[in-house]
């Protein structure tokens, strides 16, 4: 059975209080072992790290999403911090930093925006964790504080940019994160991008419970999503199915640092 590797997906969301128990063990009868649960804001780190003890295969990052930055933030980013000196799941369950980025379609003030996200990246460099980064809009002003605070590695998430973007996250050691955009109807320029892409640096995540595939579009997206995504990448991609799905898990364990048996504890 192919092993697969949900790098991004928000499984501490409320939607998922009801039924995250069978969900996960519906999942991995799939074959998806590992899940990787970004934070929003510091305030959900405490229910991440619950989610790490009762369930195998779960790990999470850290950080403040552009979305609810606000004037709290900043108060955040200390407690970020002093968390990050202390926890004791770092390389272990906490694998990275994230989400965090720009927003130019978010009304969140864009200086603040900025500044929080600077400062993530800071303690990245410090630390050596890989980013997630959610980028919209924003693709030269995040290329430049990268550069700027010499991170080098981590993902791009949600990507559906061009390909020569790709490129300059890829040379910056920078994986892309592929998601169910590439089954979007109107998503032809997605699919095109992703077949030069090939699978270099290439991962798969779900942004549940967002960016739903099209076969379930105004739905609840799934880690179980990941299966079918992989399924069309490997059509697009004219390769068959298991080495498409064997490379992007070996992808994704290099990424955040895990060994790619899949054994979980
Ligand atoms: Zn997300």
């Not at 934070?39 to 779960?58: I, N, P």
């Not at 403040?64 to 369950?93: A, W």
């Not at 990268?146 to 490129?167: M, R």
């Not at 169910?180 to 991962?203: C, D, F, Y």
Request: negative net charge; proline residues 3%; hydrophobic residues 40%.
């Amino acid at each position: 059975m192919n092993q697969y590797f949900d790098t991004h997906c928000h499984l501490d969301f409320d939607c998922f209080d009801g039924d995250r128990a069978g969900l996960l063990s519906r999942c991995k009868a799939l074959g998806i072992q590992r899940f990787l649960i970004p934070a929003t804001r510091f305030s959900v780190m405490e229910k991440l790290e619950t989610l790490v003890s009762c369930h195998q295969g779960v790990y999470i990052a850290a950080g403040i999403h552009p979305f609810f930055v606000d004037k709290t933030s900043l108060s955040d980013l200390s407690l970020l911090s002093e968390y990050l000196k202390t926890s004791n799941l770092i390389g272990s369950k906490l694998i990275a930093l994230g989400e965090m980025g720009l927003d130019k379609f978010c009304s969140n003030d864009f200086g603040l925006q900025k500044e929080v996200f600077s400062r993530q990246l800071e303690m990245a460099s410090r630390l050596s964790l890989p980013v997630i980064i959610h980028n919209r809009k924003c693709d030269q002003a995040v290329l430049d504080l990268l550069d700027y605070f010499n991170v080098n590695k981590g993902v791009v998430h949600g990507f559906s940019g061009s390909y020569e973007i790709a490129n300059e996250f890829r040379k910056r050691g920078f994986y892309i994160g592929l998601g169910g955009v590439i089954s979007w109807e109107n998503a032809n320029k997605v699919r095109q991008m992703v077949t030069r892409l090939g699978l270099t640096q290439v991962v798969i995540e779900t942004d549940a419970p967002d960016m739903s595939p099209e076969w379930l579009k105004g739905k609840r997206n799934t880690p179980e999503t990941v299966i079918k995504v992989v399924a069309l990448l490997a059509e697009l991609l004219q390769l068959p199915v298991t080495t498409v799905a064997d490379t992007v898990y070996r992808n994704s364990c290099n990424l955040f640092g895990l060994d790619g048996l899949g054994q979980d504890v």
